[in-house]
């Protein structure tokens, strides 16, 4: 069965360092997401991607934070500089239409020092 | 904006009893609600979602109920096993112009299941 993979599965980096994490949706998938989960809490939404083109974001998404597509299988989210209040699971996810059937990666955990 | 409550945050029932879980929602305009459960170190998986325009859904041991009157929805799972361990979200969909793409969490119910 077709999965979303996420790499890498942990990524530790100092305060202000860039980091990338890196998502390949499922293969016929069109639309692509980002959320994020601190410990102990809610899933918050991120972004959404559809057609080369951030379609929404929330709040949570300024400028620090950037998504690319560079290769048309890869979904990449870019941190510039990173903050402690980062540290978090971050989720990317995939459906073929709309926004209906969303399917997760396993996560990347990311821990800011 | 849409807000997505879930009740209870720690569910413990005995392997094959039933487990229900429950959510309620703010916006009436919102139309499609996922269920997803969360093993230990991995990604959300979608289980059973209901879209606005049915009022019950089941696939095998697991059910989801839609109240839109009420707004409220709920995941019912029978029978219950030991796998059925898990952390389990609720969610909703609310196709508005300025948020059309946004899935809205609950807190999560972490269910035990007692053998």
């Known amino acids: 069965e077709p999965e979303v993979t996420q790499t890498p599965s942990h990524q530790v980096t100092q305060m202000g360092q860039e980091v990338i994490l890196r998502c390949v949706p499922i293969s016929n998938h069109l639309y692509f997401y980002w959320y994020r989960q601190i410990l102990g809490q809610k899933v918050e939404f991120l972004v959404s991607?559809?057609?080369?083109?951030?379609?929404?974001k929330s709040e949570i998404f300024d400028d620090q934070f950037s998504v690319e597509r560079p290769d048309g299988s890869n979904f990449t989210l870019k941190i510039r500089s990173t903050k402690l209040e980062d540290s978090a699971m971050y989720f990317c996810a995939s459906s073929w239409s709309d926004i209906y059937e969303q399917y997760f990666g396993p996560g990347t955990r990311l821990t800011v020092t | 904006g849409e807000n997505v409550e879930q009740h209870p945050s720690t569910l413990s029932v005995q392997e094959g009893d039933s487990a229900v879980i429950k959510c309620t929602y703010s916006d009436s305009a919102s139309n499609y609600f996922p269920w997803y459960k969360q093993e230990l170190g991995k990604g959300p998986q979608l289980i059973i979602d209901i879209r606005s325009n049915v009022g019950e859904k089941k696939d095998q041991r697991i059910a989801v109920t839609l109240n839109k009157t009420a707004k409220h929805f709920s995941l019912h799972i029978t029978e219950t096993q030991p796998e059925d361990s898990a952390v389990y979200f609720c969610a909703a969909l609310n196709p508005a112009m300025d948020s059309n793409y946004q899935l809205i969490w609950g807190a999560g119910t972490k269910l035990i299941i007692k053998p």
């Open positions: 991607f559809y057609n080369n083109e951030i379609s929404e």
